[in-house]
C-alpha cells in the first residue's frame, strides 16, 4: 500500500490545488447561512475509495485546516457509518482505512470535523467491492498451442484479457528443480526452458477488476499437458528401420520388433519382413514374390506408457496389390490382436488398397499407467508386397 500512496500522492496533490483554484471563490458563500456566518472546517479532498476483495480502502488526504480532528464516513444512506480520529500534523496528511464490505458499488459521504463540532462540506463519491459473483466471471487465459521443442516448451497464447496483468506460470524441469514465470499479457509466446520431458505446467490467471483496485483475483490453476514427440520411447522406429541379423542382401529380419513365424518367409524361410528398400523399412512381401501370401501376420512391439491422450502414425511409401488388408492397433498388454479383431483394440486404424501410401494416424487415450502392445496384422495374397518406412508416437495436450 505504500508504493500505491506514492504513486497517487503526487496525482492527489495537484487534483488539489487545481480544485482549490477555480472552486475557493464559491466555497466562501457557503460559510454564511440565513444571514449568520457558519464556519466550514476544511475538506477531505481528494476522497477516494479504491476496490477490494470483500472491501473497500479509503485514501484521503488533508492538506488544509489544521484544526480537523475526525473524519465521519457514510454509507446505505447514512445507516452505516465509520469515524476515523486524526492527528493532524503541520504538513500534507493522508488517511488510509480498510472497510470491510459485502460484493457491491457503494455511494459514500466523507465529512470532516473539527473539535468544536464545525463540518465540512460533504464529500460525495463512490467505491466497489468484489467478491465470488465477481469471479465467477474469470477464466484462464486460453493457449493456441503447447508443444515441446528441443528440450523447452514453446507457449502459444491467445490474446487475454485487458483486466488480467498476468499469468503465472508454474513447471519443472529436466533436473526436477521448479520454477515460476510471470506472463504479462501482451506477451504472444512463452518459452519454458528445459522443461521435464512428459510432464505438465499449470497456469493461472490474475486480474485487476478496475484501474482502483486494491486487491488482485485470480482463477484456479489449470494444468496444462504439452505436445510432445515420444517415439523415442519406441526402439527401432525407423527412418530407417535396422535390421538384427548380419545378412548384406535385400532381405533380413526386423531389429526390436516382434513378429509371428509367417513373416519370415524370403530367402528359403531365413528372412523376411524387413527389407533395404528405401535404406531399411518394415516390409511384407508374398513368398518369393509370386508364391503364397500371408495370413494373420504380426510385427508389434510392447511398450509402457504414462497416463494421456496420444497419437500414433506410421507412413507408407506404398505397396503393390490390391488384395492386401491390414490393421494397425494399439492394444493393452503384451500380444495384439488377430487381424478383424479391432474390438480387442483401445485404438485401430484399417490400412488397405483405398489407402495403401501415405500417413496413416490413430488416437487412443489411457487413464492410467499401462503397457500396451502396437503394431500391424496384414493378410496378402500373391504378388503382394507394402512397406512401412517410420513410425511416430506423441503424447498430446489436454
Not at 116 to 136: F, H, K, L
Not at 227 to 242: H, Q, S, V, Y
Request: charged residues 20%; hydrophobic residues 35%; aromatic residues 12%.
Amino acid at each position: 500500500m505504500k508504493q500505491f500512496i506514492q504513486s497517487v500522492l503526487p496525482v492527489m496533490v495537484f487534483v488539489y490545488l487545481f480544485g482549490a483554484a477555480s472552486c475557493s471563490d464559491m466555497d466562501d458563500y457557503l460559510k454564511y447561512t440565513e444571514g449568520k456566518p457558519r464556519l466550514y472546517t476544511g475538506k477531505v479532498d481528494p476522497a477516494i475509495f479504491l476496490s477490494g476483495d470483500e472491501r473497500v480502502v479509503f485514501y484521503g488526504m488533508l492538506t488544509s485546516d489544521p484544526k480537523i480532528t475526525k473524519v465521519n464516513i457514510y454509507w446505505n444512506n447514512r445507516k452505516d457509518s465509520l469515524v476515523i480520529d486524526v492527528q493532524r500534523t503541520s504538513g500534507v496528511d493522508i488517511i488510509e482505512k480498510p472497510i470491510a464490505l459485502p460484493e457491491g458499488r457503494y455511494y459514500f459521504e466523507v465529512i470532516s470535523y473539527d473539535g468544536e463540532g464545525n463540518s465540512s462540506i460533504p464529500v460525495v463519491t463512490t467505491g466497489v467491492s468484489y467478491g465470488d459473483t465477481y469471479r465467477q466471471t474469470l477464466y484462464n487465459r486460453p493457449i493456441k498451442s503447447a508443444e515441446k521443442v528441443g528440450d523447452n516448451v514453446v507457449i502459444e497464447w491467445y490474446n487475454g484479457d485487458e483486466t488480467s496483468p498476468f499469468v503465472k506460470v508454474d513447471y519443472t524441469d529436466s533436473n526436477d528443480r521448479a520454477h515460476t514465470i510471470k506472463v504479462p499479457t501482451s506477451e504472444k509466446k512463452t518459452i519454458l526452458e528445459n522443461f521435464k520431458s512428459m510432464s505438465e505446467f499449470s497456469m493461472q490467471a490474475y486480474y485487476l477488476p478496475d484501474e482502483l483496485s486494491i486487491d488482485t483475483f485470480k482463477v484456479a490453476p489449470l494444468y496444462i499437458g504439452v505436445n510432445e514427440d515420444i517415439t523415442r520411447l519406441i526402439k527401432n522406429p525407423g527412418n530407417p528401420f535396422a535390421r538384427s541379423d548380419d545378412g548384406t542382401g535385400k532381405w533380413g529380419v526386423i531389429k526390436d520388433w516382434q513378429y509371428t513365424p509367417n513373416i519370415i518367409n524370403q530367402n528359403g524361410d531365413t528372412a523376411g519382413g524387413w527389407s533395404t528398400d528405401s535404406g531399411g523399412v518394415i516390409h511384407f512381401e508374398s513368398k518369393d514374390w509370386g508364391g503364397d501370401g500371408v495370413t494373420n501376420g504380426k510385427i508389434y512391439q510392447t511398450i509402457s506408457l504414462p497416463a494421456g491422450h496420444y497419437s500414433i502414425e506410421f507412413y507408407s511409401d506404398g505397396g503393390g496389390s490390391d488384395n492386401f488388408t491390414g490393421n494397425f492397433m494399439v492394444a493393452t498388454g503384451n500380444t495384439l490382436p488377430d487381424i478383424g479383431n479391432t474390438g480387442e483394440a483401445i485404438a485401430s486404424h484399417v490400412w488397405n488398397k483405398d489407402f495403401m501410401g501415405g500417413t496413416h494416424s490413430m488416437e487412443f487415450e489411457l487413464d492410467q499407467p499401462k503397457t500396451v502392445t502396437i503394431g500391424w496384422a496384414v493378410s496378402f495374397g500373391s504378388s503382394t508386397w507394402m512397406h512401412i518406412n517410420s513410425v511416430k508416437l506423441m503424447i498430446l495436450a489436454e
